[in-house]
């Protein structure tokens, strides 16, 4: 009896603040096919503590970008590892902070990965995604998980909800996306409203691309004379590639609520590997399956107790082998396994004042073998226990403040390095001078600040990698401060044709972030092999400026555009004694930015039809830690055009996009010896009913 009551408190304290969110989402859905979609920034601007960085719904699709990695890049302050072509890894880091600052939330539960503590957020497809945010700091709601207070920064990834009107209780989508390189890119998705309160989702894509695209590689040497001119086609990029997810969805009474997700992912692709010294490497090949489940449950009680739960187990295989008679043979196999558990809670003492408290645990195992080696089967198991406090004040809608506090706990065997649990706090500020949302024009002005220590532990790769481990790592201690200030207007109420009208949000700020102990990882001569060190203490400042500008203008045409600029210095200060001392880490630009441009047009019956136009811009940096000449890493932009129309009949619906990819032609590489492809084309088809 004890058990079960136990039972029924831990799954009941889990729903307002997660259906609150819910609704906002079934609300934007409902808004795409009723009026034109609100900007985000205007809305987080009325609700968060620190405002995050966002691109949902209309957005997304009018970026069409191929998975979550390329919608990334229009993001300020945030830098991606990109490999080449459609089966290339790809990385996320924000701030100079390191991927395994950064965590990754899939429908609000942490994506893992123990053995490298990073996730390759290329096989993460946008067909079926509805937003993503990227917050730094943490989430503003302190209504979460214990171990979402201690990332660096956080992005979150939410699929598509089912919206259902009227008496409609199936949706059908279809897809088709090909284009260079022998892309093809089909991709299914269907809906069922099974009962009033749940309904079933379903996707699935299929990914396939031979990765055979041109390139030029040019070396020049200091002296100014050219060693190597050479144009080729890329070769051994090719992936295949399967995705399947599973969704149940169910809302009950005005609080309750709770979801069921499956995700499968299987993949093959090759790895076609530096170019170094005129020699193209082409015989390694990575197979990966990734599966989940995760489960969430969230209920209110009295009005102002919430309860939200979370589990999940994930397994993830990889497989690893190099042809390349060049280099050493390798055929390494590698099966994570985690099982997660989170629980927290949230009372609201006064309108004014919530406190939460929340406890997560997490187990983690890792097997590794070498099959050309005998008895060489090796096992890693890790536990992890997160315990958070937290407390928020809003002093009407003037002053908001929240302050956090995160116990770590991290044990393991084999044992290295054994530490104490630490505890990291965070304070939260936000203020709003003035306040003028229920008149027009809409004014806001916020000044939002935080401080907050982020505690990470070295990754099974970075203690125990066979020839890259480094059992003697250390943890990295994290300290972040950032400030910024954000001003929106808008005046967009439209009740003819003819109306004008604009939105306007404005955001700058400045951070300084101070990393001691800092790991590092960059490719030494194989993609999937890297070198770990400890670099001590790094000095990171930097600016991000971004503007969102809407202008609604007569005959129902809609100009947008958006500009992001990052300013950024991210320092060796370890020892004044070594050669690379005050030099910029190894791939940090000071500059980059993005320009996005958009055009679109309604027509009377609903149909739309739109220009895209988008501009990346990566600055010069460095692949060594020393900034010399030989370490150079020259600037690159890419300029991406995209057509696109959307036409409705009674309850059907059919798009269909152009892109034109890399517009000029430019040769250019994210990661040095990793060359990029040149102009590319894709088209896509889709049909809903």
Not at 457 to 462: A, E, G, I, L, V
Not at 475 to 481: G, I, S
Request: glycine share 6%; net charge positive.
């Amino acid at each position: 009896m004890i058990k079960r009551i136990f039972v029924i408190l831990v799954f009941a304290l889990c729903a307002h603040s997660v259906f609150a969110i819910s609704e906002a989402e079934l609300d934007s859905l409902a808004a795409r096919f009723t009026i034109d979609e609100v900007s985000v920034t205007a809305r987080a601007l009325n609700k968060d503590v620190i405002i995050p960085q966002s691109l949902k719904g209309a957005e997304l699709k009018r970026l069409n970008a191929l998975n979550v990695a390329d919608a990334l890049r229009y993001f300020a302050g945030l830098q991606i590892k990109d490999y080449g072509g459609v089966g290339g890894i790809k990385t996320i880091n924000v701030r100079s902070m390191g991927s395994q600052h950064t965590a990754v939330y899939y429908n609000g539960v942490q994506l893992g990965n123990a053995q490298n503590g990073q996730v390759d957020l290329g096989r993460f497809s946008l067909d079926n995604m509805e937003e993503i945010q990227l917050y730094n700091g943490q989430k503003s709601d302190i209504f979460q998980s214990a171990r979402e207070f201690g990332a660096a920064g956080n992005v979150y990834l939410t699929t598509r909800k089912p919206y259902f009107k009227n008496n409609e209780r199936v949706h059908v989508r279809t897809q088709m996306r090909f284009g260079s390189f022998a892309l093809a890119n089909p991709n299914v998705g269907v809906d069922v409203k099974l009962t009033d309160a749940l309904s079933l989702t379903m996707d699935a894509e299929y990914v396939y691309s031979n990765g055979k695209y041109p390139f030029r590689y040019r070396r020049v040497l200091p002296s100014g004379e050219t060693a190597y001119d050479t144009t080729a086609v890329r070769q051994n990029g090719d992936i295949n590639a399967v995705r399947a997810e599973l969704g149940l969805h169910h809302y009950y009474r005005t609080t309750g609520f709770w979801r069921v997700h499956a995700y499968n992912y299987w993949s093959e692709r090759g790895i076609p590997g530096a170019i170094v010294n005129n020699v193209w490497r082409n015989g390694e090949r990575l197979w990966d399956r990734n599966t989940f489940v995760q489960a969430q449950w969230q209920d209110e009680w009295f009005k102002r107790w919430s309860t939200r739960v979370l589990l999940k187990y994930a397994n993830d295989y990889t497989h690893y082998k190099n042809y390349d008679e060049r280099l050493l043979p390798s055929n390494n196999e590698y099966l994570q396994q985690e099982a997660y558990l989170s629980l927290a809670n949230k009372v609201q003492l006064f309108n004014w004042w919530d406190m939460s408290l929340a406890y997560d645990y997490q187990y983690n195992t890792l097997a590794r073998e070498n099959l050309l080696l005998e008895n060489s089967k090796e096992y890693f198991y890790r536990h992890s226990h997160w315990f958070s406090a937290a407390t928020a004040f809003n002093v009407k809608e003037y002053l908001r403040l929240q302050a956090s506090v995160l116990m770590t706990a991290v044990s393991q065997q084999p044992i290295a390095n054994s530490q104490q649990p630490r505890f990291t706090p965070g304070i939260f500020l936000s203020l709003r001078p003035f306040v003028r949302s229920s008149v027009r024009p809409l004014q806001d002005l916020s000044l939002n600040a935080f401080y907050k220590q982020s505690y990470r532990y070295p990754t099974f790769n970075d203690l125990y990698y066979t020839d890259l481990g480094n059992a003697n790592l250390r943890p990295e201690l994290a300290r972040q401060h950032s400030v910024e200030l954000a001003y929106r207007t808008a005046n967009s109420q439209r009740l003819t044709a003819n109306d004008c009208g604009y939105e306007i949000a404005i955001s700058a700020s400045y951070y300084y972030n101070r990393v001691t102990d800092k790991i590092i990882a960059y490719p030494k001569g194989q993609q999937f092999r890297w070198t770990m060190l400890n670099l001590g203490t790094v000095k990171i400042n930097g600016v991000d400026a971004k503007a969102d500008v809407s202008l609604y203008l007569p005959l129902r045409f809609v100009l947008r555009t958006r500009l992001v600029y990052t300013y950024q210095t991210a320092i060796d200060v370890t020892n004044p004694n070594d050669t690379y001392y005050g030099h910029q880490i190894p791939y940090i630009p000071w500059h980059s930015g993005s320009f996005v441009l958009n055009l679109d047009w309604q027509s009377r019956r609903g149909d739309h039809y739109g220009l895209n136009y988008s501009f990346i811009y990566v600055g010069e940096r460095y692949c060594q830690q020393e900034n010399t000449i030989y370490n150079y890493v020259q600037p690159w932009y890419t300029h991406d055009l995209s057509l696109y129309g959307e036409w409705a009949v009674k309850q059907y619906g059919l798009k269909a996009y152009l892109e034109i990819n890399n517009l000029l032609g430019q040769d250019y590489e994210v990661i040095q010896n990793y060359p990029m492809p040149k102009q590319n084309v894709r088209c896509t088809l889709a049909f809903r009913y």
